[in-house]
């Protein structure tokens, strides 16, 4: 069963850091672009940052600097190096993966909840 399993959330006080992990569970990790996505309370699901199947990253401007967004292949795994973390970041963040070849299949994660507390 294809499934995506982020780790790594949890509190943390405004200025720290926080690594995210997605794990992909899929013979055909290649084949797909991954991204972090976020929600906040009351509020949309937004693009955080993508992945290309050759790692090159893509990241919203409002976040450049801070959010750092890398890819493992043989490890089937993304990554969102978060720092200098701030109240506004406080949201669940979402692993999604798209296929870029043949049907754009579009998986998504369950959450993790990132909490940014003063």
């Known amino acids: 069963q294809v499934q995506l399993v982020e780790s790594g959330g949890g509190s943390v006080q405004t200025g720290g850091s926080l690594r995210l992990s997605c794990v992909f569970s899929t013979d055909a990790f290649r084949l797909y672009t991954m991204s972090w996505y976020r929600q906040a309370p009351e509020k949309q699901r937004e693009l955080v940052a993508s992945v290309n199947a050759r790692g090159a990253p893509n990241y919203v401007d409002s976040l450049k600097g801070r959010f750092y967004i890398s890819r493992d292949n043989p490890k089937n795994t993304i990554y969102l190096d978060m720092n200098n973390l701030e109240s506004e970041d406080t949201a669940v963040y979402y692993c999604?993966?798209?296929?870029?070849?043949?049907?754009?299949?579009?998986?998504w994660g369950q959450g993790t909840q990132v909490t940014v507390s003063s």
């Open positions: 999604k993966a798209q296929r870029t070849v043949g049907d754009p299949i579009v998986y």
